[in-house]
């Protein structure tokens, strides 16, 4: 019987085509927003969340305050840290490990073609085997780093393509970089990250002695907590010495001290904040939509009393015509959701691939969820119904010989 009802629902909207069409208008914007946004962002949080998925819930990272687009961690800043700070860090109870990380951008050159790249040191001594246990560094092609290689470096995964040089760099080739030539020794595991699948790692020693970086002006101080569960309080400990040691008052903080995971808890927040604001348009965009597809209804009532009256005369029940009017709501509402997620995935993965492809960067994502496509397709259904409820029920209570006579 169902089967039946829709049947004839679908065929009077294709007789009203024009009048759905326009209807449905209000719903597939409010779903391509929803979904195309939503999508973005999702896109976005996954893209930064492999930035720092690698990185274990015992590291944090101790930088001074400065202007985070200007280049590298801890460039751009007037207080840089010291050399000294990560060996007082390391004296606090709950530290395992704690060591100076200098990160520099430079020129680098192979196959006759440059690039700016970015240049990772890699601890000397005990803290090397830390710092890759920290990172999870594995070579998938060659080896890593070991002590008294001078000039020789380990590329990240993305070298091995060959947009950038026109050609993949191997193991065993000599790269230049700031116009002193390295030889490759390794090729890292892919880690999903642009950072690090760009990075360029050499000893510590090399980037002081050979490319002459300031051995006093460190980056980043990495940390290994020996318990997970006090990380708070190392923390704590870790930003109490900074104060101390730069002379700067709680509040007024030059400094930050964070984990990934407290990096990854800002970001979703600001991206909920985002995300709300799409929500609130979308509702009024829908609300707008249901509005519309209640006045057609009632428009549709009244234009076919005469076919509800010759329906009710031959023993049309009123739950029958109720049902039929409902269903054709419920079909609008559904067909404009189908048509906004359609509309909004081919916006997110469009905006998404021109982003890619005329900034660069892999931060520009979409990432549309399973679960956002049946809860649009549920909420443009249920919206449909819910709008067309009024409408159906006035249809299914008109008096048949009262139909017929004003038909006429």
């Given at each position: 019987m169902l089967k039946d009802y829709a049947l004839f629902s679908l065929k009077n909207l294709r007789n009203r085509r024009l009048r759905s069409w326009l209807t449905m208008i209000?719903?597939?914007i409010g779903i391509a927003a929803v979904v195309s946004l939503i999508g973005l962002g999702e896109g976005l949080r996954l893209a930064i969340m492999s930035q720092f998925g690698f990185l274990g819930p015992d590291v944090l990272g101790v930088q001074a305050s400065g202007i985070a687009f200007a280049g590298p961690p801890g460039s751009a800043v007037a207080t840089p840290l010291s050399d000294e700070l990560?060996?007082?860090?390391?004296?606090?109870?709950?530290?395992?490990?704690?060591?100076?990380?200098?990160?520099?951008?430079?020129?680098?050159?192979?196959?006759?073609?440059?690039?700016i790249g970015i240049m990772g040191s890699v601890p000397e001594g005990e803290n090397r085997k830390t710092f890759e246990t920290m990172l999870n560094l594995k070579a998938e092609e060659g080896r890593l780093l070991k002590e008294g290689d001078t000039r020789k470096a380990v590329l990240g995964d993305n070298f091995k393509e060959e947009g950038t040089f026109g050609r993949s760099v191997k193991v065993g080739d000599r790269i230049i970089i700031n116009k002193m030539p390295f030889e490759v020794v390794g090729i890292l595991e892919k880690k999903g990250s642009f950072i690090f699948d760009r990075i360029v790692m050499l000893n510590e020693k090399t980037m002081i002695d050979v490319l002459g970086i300031d051995k006093k002006k460190v980056d980043v101080v990495a940390v290994k907590v020996k318990d997970r569960n006090r990380m708070a309080q190392?923390?704590?400990?870790i930003e109490k010495l900074l104060r101390k040691e730069r002379n700067v008052d709680k509040g007024e903080e030059d400094f930050s001290v964070q984990s990934p995971q407290q990096v990854l808890a800002a970001l979703n927040s600001t991206l909920f904040a985002v995300q709300l604001f799409v929500y609130i348009i979308a509702a009024i965009s829908l609300a707008v939509g249901g509005i519309g597809i209640m006045n057609t209804m009632y428009t549709s009532v009244l234009e076919r009393t005469k076919e509800i009256g010759i329906m009710k005369s031959i023993g049309a029940r009123n739950s029958a015509i109720f049902t039929i009017f409902f269903i054709e709501s419920g079909f609008l509402g559904m067909a404009g959701g189908i048509i906004g997620i359609i509309l909004g995935m081919s916006i997110a993965y469009g905006v998404?691939?021109?982003?890619?492809?005329?900034?660069?960067?892999?931060?520009?994502?979409?990432?549309i969820p399973f679960w956002l496509i049946l809860i649009a397709l549920a909420v443009s259904f249920l919206l449909g119904s819910l709008f067309g409820v009024l409408p159906a029920y006035q249809a299914s209570k008109l008096n048949p010989v009262d139909s017929l006579r004003n038909s006429r």
């Open positions: 209000g719903i597939f990560a060996g007082k860090i390391e004296k606090i109870n709950g530290v395992e490990a704690a060591f100076n990380r200098y990160i520099e951008s430079g020129t680098l050159e192979f196959n006759d073609r440059q690039d190392a923390k704590e400990d998404s691939a021109l982003g890619r492809l005329f900034l660069g960067s892999g931060l520009i994502q979409a990432s």
